[in-house]
């Protein structure tokens, strides 16, 4: 990788904080980044969406739910929790649960009546802010209804932005997972000067949104270093890594970020970016 801006901001011991959408983000984009950084500066991960909704799922929520070996959300996202804590404590990375609920078990605020609870039993995807995976939540579109979302993740990040010259590292939205879009949107919105990363492993299938690419003038730039140990780390993601990985092979790529100022990215690195405090 080439020397940068970001990299020398970090060994300086400017403080990270990495905005991560769910409870394994932060690591399978920045993992090999942040252990370089444990030890130069103070790593906080401060994950968005770690809490689930209560039955009845919609047919993708129980999709997903089958994926994972488990048929209760709201115990998989007790597991999840505390497979981060694990493995942010052994990076010895500090780490904060927001409580958000994940996309695929959000409801709609509606009002309760008899009626409306019984059709919400027997069809629950009308009552839900994404109904469904692919049609829904993979589009990179955020719902009306995630105006509140939107809003609470805004005043998160102004509170995490607190401490003068903190790098925020905020997702880029590659493969378009609302929940992943919705972080960087508060991000954007934000005022404050944003480092963002490739989403890995969507990355490796999708590539950049070229207009969020244009109107924040990002360049890429690669890191190479540490990323065998990083493997190690995912896997301690369990109720996940199988789901991801299928063939059990954590492929071992650079990670990609993207920094404000310089040529245009193209989500695989261009060796070198200026970075603007």
Known sequence: MAADQLTAAIDAGTPLVVLSPHLDDAVLSCGALMAHAVGRTAVRVATFFTEAGVPPYTLSGRRYLRLTGQTDAERLYRERRAEDEDVLGRLGVDWVHLGLTDGLFRRKPTASDRHRDWMRRVLPEPSHVYP???LH??????SRYDADTLT???AVLERLASAPQTILLAPSGVGRHVDHVLVRTAAELSGHRVAYYSDFPYNQ???LDPGF???NELAGVEWSRGLAAKAALV???RSQAAALFPDTRIPEVPEVYLLAG???ADGKGTGGASWLW
């Open 213 to 215: 690419v244009m109107r």
């Open 137 to 142: 939540l993979a589009t990179g579109r955020i």
């Open 205 to 207: 299938q999708h590539r």
């Open 262 to 264: 310089g040529a245009p």
């Open 235 to 237: 896997r301690g993601y």
């Open 132 to 134: 469904t995976y692919r």
């Open 152 to 154: 609470c993740a805004r």
